[in-house]
């Protein structure tokens, strides 16, 4: 209940209510919210593919993420600001939204992830940077490379649900 | 002609079949945006280290020859789930100008980057051999970062006008 009021409240206040009224607003929010999550997706799977030995194989580990993770969280702040802004325009009806909630399942699953794969998976990185990482390693590049698919299908058939 | 033709298309037995499947269009459309990922990544890489934005270890010409493959692979993909779409719904696609200027944008950029890779497939160092040369990638590199954001947003305007 508190939760409802809380959304209520959020999606009464002026931007969000510019938003849900005007006809361009919206459209212009989600191109830069799929601009910047193509480039999200694109620079994460380069690394995961990279993990599962699919890509990149000649490059140290190291080097590869270092130059793809400031596209990543670039990226991700603007789609994360964009999409914030989406779900403030109608965020009763999202909330209520299967396919939304599964994509917020899912991006938080990745985040788990990903700080998993940052405290523990990396802990003897020299060990395997110039080569095929150990299974765990492996394993978190798979994980994240399905978690990311799933959250691109979950936001696409949030379109088509509300 | 073209309405015609479209009128004729969503007649057809496949296209019927994709539309009764509601899955269909945001199935493919999740491959549409998975290939588009890679790509418009692949080029922005490439494009900053043309506008000399970003270093890389690795040279200019190693980089774009080892994305080559990925880059073409994705368009191919693009192209394939692209048509998917067009023959569920041809009229949304083939009578919307968003639909014409993307796909003038989508021939712009292959253009673009098979000039960026044969001048280096020829002298490894063609863009960085010379100040003129630097500032010719930057304007390349800077043409492409904009071609392809106005590919994704035609793309996503389609839904729209």
Redesign the interface.
Known sequence: MALEQALTWLQDLNFPTEIRESVWLF?TI??VH??A???????I??VDLRLLGL??RE?PFS?LAG?MLP?TWTAFAVAAVAGLLMFSSKALTYYANIPFRIKMCCLLLAGINMALFHWLGTRHLETWDRKQPPTPAKFAGGASLLLW?TI??AG??I??TT | MIEQFCDWLSGTNVSVAFQSANWFVPLVQTVHIIAIAILLTSVYVVSFRLMGLTRGAQALVTLTAKLTPWIWTALCVLLVSGMLLTITEPARELLNWAFRVKMLLVLALAGILRVVQLRMRRNPEYWTESPARRHAARAVGIVSVIVGAGIVTAGRWIAYV
Not at chain 1, 37 to 43: A, C, E, F, K, P
């Open positions: 459209p989600e191109t799929v601009f999550l193509v480039l999200v997706v694109g620079s799977m380069t890509a990149n490059r080097e130059e596209w698919t691109v299908a696409r058939w379109g088509f």
